[in-house]
T-cell receptor, first 112, second 116 residues
Framework: TQLLEQSPQFLSIQEGENLTVYCNSS?????LQWYRQEPGEGPVLLVT?????EVKKLKRLTFQFGDARKDSSLHITAAQPGDTGLYLC????????????FGQGTILTVHP | ETGVTQTPRHLVMGMTNKKSLKCEQH?????MYWYKQSAKKPLELMFV???????ENNSVPSRFSPECPNSSHLFLHLHTLQPEDSALYLC???????????????FGEGSWLTVV
């Protein structure tokens, strides 16, 4: 069984601070996706990373895929209250053909 | 708006009722999925359909019965559910069901199900 360990599970910070969320596995994934989910809504795709070592930026969010394609990180610079939500990483491929394996999620709260 | 629409958004049903969840995708995708999201658990894959054919049943109890009449529509028929089945049920779609790099999965907004 493939597992994605996401950390931290909870993060409560002040507006303007920086933060990093980690997603780690012992399995290799063909791609990894990051989602953001607000209460009562479905996950919304933020980014897909495909190549080992790839770095993608989305405004204040920076996503990195590990060289071995087993881990990923999400870094948010100067967090804002609008960044509050559940962040999910999900790996595609590996031994779970066609399946998306999800991490437990990180609940981020940014206080004004 | 992700291109995946789910109805109803909220459903309350008794344990003896029969109801259905509906999902429609407008993305031209060929694969559709049902996921279950419960409190304090990672998202759980339930079913996968690829070109209308079921390719994955993740040991889901038979009280959940999926139906995929075409590549754009997916249903989840519910009967004799238990209170522990209360959860957010998410439909999703992707170009195909397979391990293709960049084969991104897009989610609907979910259907909140409460079984009383």
């Amino acid at each position: 069984t493939q597992l994605l360990e996401q950390s931290p599970q909870f993060l409560s910070i002040q507006e303007g601070e920086n933060l990093t969320v980690y997603c780690n596995s012992s399995s290799v994934f063909s791609s990894l996706q990051w989602y953001r989910q607000e209460p009562g809504e479905g996950p919304v795709l933020l980014v897909t990373v495909v190549t080992g070592g790839e770095v993608k930026k989305l405004k204040r969010l920076t996503f990195q895929f590990g060289d071995a394609r087993k881990d990923s990180s999400l870094h948010i610079t100067a967090a804002q209250p609008g960044d509050t939500g559940l962040y999910l990483c999900a790996g595609m491929g590996g031994t779970s053909y066609g399946k998306l394996t999800f991490g437990q999620g990180t609940i981020l709260t940014v206080h004004p | 708006e992700t291109g995946v629409t789910q109805t109803p958004r909220h459903l309350v049903m008794g344990m003896t009722n029969k109801k259905s969840l509906k999902c429609e995708q407008h993305l031209g995708h060929n694969a559709m999925y049902w996921y279950k999201q419960s409190a304090k658990k990672p998202l759980e894959l339930m079913f996968v359909y690829n070109f209308k054919e079921q390719t994955e049943n993740n040991s889901v109890p038979s009280r959940f019965s999926p139906e995929c009449p075409n590549s754009s529509h997916l249903f989840l028929h519910l009967h004799t559910l238990q209170p522990e089945d209360s959860a957010l049920y998410l439909c999703a779609s992707s170009q195909v069901a397979g391990t293709l790099a960049g084969n991104t999965i897009y989610f609907g907004e979910g259907s909140w199900l409460t079984v009383v």
